[in-house]
DNA sequence: TTTTTGTATATTGTATACGATATACAAAAA
DNA sequence: TTTTTGTATATCGTATACAATATACAAAAA
């Protein structure tokens, strides 16, 4: 018998490093990962470098070209709707399954979550909390749901949400909107019909969606 | 300006021989992958054949254990209703998107597929005709949709369903069933009904998830 | 001046080399 | 006989080395 440690490995690490520094925007979308460069700032070789390169290839995060390099992908109009309907199914699904097989420790979370946001003033001051509020109203419900590959798809859907979604919160009464449409999504999850609350996040998700389809012309 | 030729490199040729060879069942569930072994077979270094690897582990095919090495994961029970409940939101997206912007030429295919099936005996030597018609109609539907981020995804669910498909379908009855309801499907699509598309689509899938969660024990 | 072409340089793609660890097996102890 | 422990071997993880090509820049021609 044997405990499975963590694996400890440099590629698995630099995949993570280097998904976070596309997330956080410190290397931006059309921008070159230099290989030699980065790896070397990290302090690794370029072999376990190019190993997270080619995960995140498949995840569309970046494009590697071949001889030319690997560069963070910009998000297209086209692209974004592609994400987004995606979003809306799999979010769904998410809360189906949590709405499924609740627990109380999960619902008094969800609870808290919204209670602790409610009274803030709908103010452009006020955004980020919005944001983290929602964001983590999303997150608890993902790791409430008890389907592990939902959870890596969504954790992929997530990095390419990321570069639009405080663009989509930022529109006066948004916020204070999208508070209403999960306090009905949890009501429907706490008496746990999951087909009302599946169709109320898909509504839920569709009109950030059509709002993304009428009014973000180019990403930069 | 540059015409963007193929990109040529050995990862991507090795991701593919190795998906093909997992998919084939060349390399059966629990089986070892041994990098210098099956990279000198095919005549590459076990660097570009590691990549491959990765990617692979990325999307939950294999799993690289440390120092001990890479193995094709096996499909417990869990795993394939994890599975199954994507693959019914994904496809109902499917064809969703399919009954928004459908072609002619996609409906006279989808068309010809079933007519082609459709009069075939319902007998054991005939059951390999109904499966590769059944994987037609769900690949041209997948062709149809016009999210390519959609295809990417669904061909990962698609190597994970590879390994049950043929039992799914085995069922006395069920080859008729399955065609009948790929007909009403289809007659929601030409309808350009959306909706009732998707959700027939939906109780399709899900009737072959509620088979696996009933009949299928332990995978091997 | 503008365009073309050749060469140097930098960077990626691939192969090989080296280091670390898990596994197997044999030998010794209980 | 059974269990434990030490060592040899094989295989994986990482670093380095080499090969191929894209890019930049300079020189020459138009």
């Known amino acids: ?6 694996n400890i490995n440099l590629r ?5 490093i280097l998904r976070d520094m596309i997330l956080q925007r410190e290397i931006g979308p059309g921008e070159k990962i230099g290989e030699e460069e980065l790896s070397k700032k990290i302090g690794v070789s370029r072999t376990p470098f190019r190993e997270a390169l080619y995960r995140l290839e498949g995840e569309g995060i970046i494009e590697i070209i071949a001889r ?3 560069f963070v992908r910009r998000q297209s109009r086209a692209t974004i709707i592609e994400v987004l309907e995606i979003r809306e199914v799999l979010e769904g699904l998410v809360v189906r399954l949590v709405a499924l097989n609740l627990s109380d420790k999960t619902l008094g979370q969800l609870q808290k979550c919204l209670d602790n946001i409610k009274d803030t003033p709908d103010e452009p001051s006020q955004l980020i909390k919005f944001t983290h ?4 109203f999303h997150q608890l419900l993902l790791d409430a749901c008890q389907n592990q590959m939902l959870k890596n798809l969504m954790a992929t859907v997530n990095i390419h949400l990321q570069f ?3 663009r989509t919160v ?5 916020a204070k909107k999208t508070i209403r449409e999960h306090y009905e999504i949890l009501d429907a999850v706490a008496q746990k019909d999951a087909s009302k609350a599946e169709a109320l996040m898909r509504r839920h998700i ?3 969606r059509e709002y993304a389809t009428e009014h973000i012309e180019n990403m930069e």
């Open 12 to 16: 698995d690490q630099i995949y993570e």
């Open 133 to 136: 509020a929602d964001e983590e």
């Open 170 to 174: 930022v529109i006066p009464g948004r």
């Open 68 to 70: 030319r390099g690997a």
């Open 206 to 208: 569709a009109s950030v």
């Open 1 to 6: 018998m044997r405990i499975n440690i963590e």
């Open 164 to 166: 639009i979604r405080l």
